[in-house]
């Protein structure tokens, strides 16, 4: 049975960091972090096909794609923008940046916020130049961080792909 979750920091905890930093073995924890999949991951590996049958309604605006840091700790690419690409009118940018700055938790602390504003420099230079509608990141702390650094509304890609399905 697939574990397919929305949250890049969550899913990755379950695949790969819960077994090192528990210290946990065994059949049933190698069994469950194989069975846990990003959504996009998800549904380009088994419910793409389905998906390109769907009535998918055109949304016409400019999204940034900013993949987090723990996607890329995945290792399986960028699967929302090989979904994202269905949605008719749709004008996707990738971000040219490496990391939005936050990591987590630490641009969180007063103490590493400028750090973290630098880091997240070229990002939220990119968007000023290309002024999207929407900033589209697939991690929740990255989306806070961006939205209010970037100053552009920022939302999980999960998001635009409901609202092109008329998924309220």
């Not at 924890?29 to 846990?36: F, G, H, I, L």
Request: glycine share 6%.
């Amino acid at each position: 049975m697939p574990i397919v979750g929305a949250s890049t920091s969550c899913t990755l905890a379950l695949k790969h960091e819960y077994q090192a930093i528990l210290g946990l073995e065994g059949v049933a924890v190698s069994e469950v972090a194989a069975a846990v999949y990003d959504v996009f991951e998800f549904i380009t590996l088994y419910k793409m096909e389905e998906l390109e049958r769907l009535h998918v309604s055109s949304i016409p605006i400019r999204a940034l794609y900013h993949p987090p840091c723990q996607l890329k700790s995945h290792a399986i690419g960028t699967p929302a923008i090989e979904v994202l690409q269905l949605i008719p009118d749709l004008e996707l940018i990738h971000s040219e940046a490496e990391c939005c700055g936050v990591a987590g938790t630490y641009g969180l602390k007063s103490e590493k916020a400028q750090v973290a504003r630098d880091v997240g420099g070229i990002l939220f230079d990119q968007a000023g130049e290309v002024s999207p509608d929407l900033i589209l990141s697939d991690s929740e702390t990255c989306r806070w961080w961006i939205e209010k650094h970037a100053g552009v509304k920022a939302v999980h890609p999960l998001q635009l792909l409901a609202q092109a399905l008329d998924i309220p």
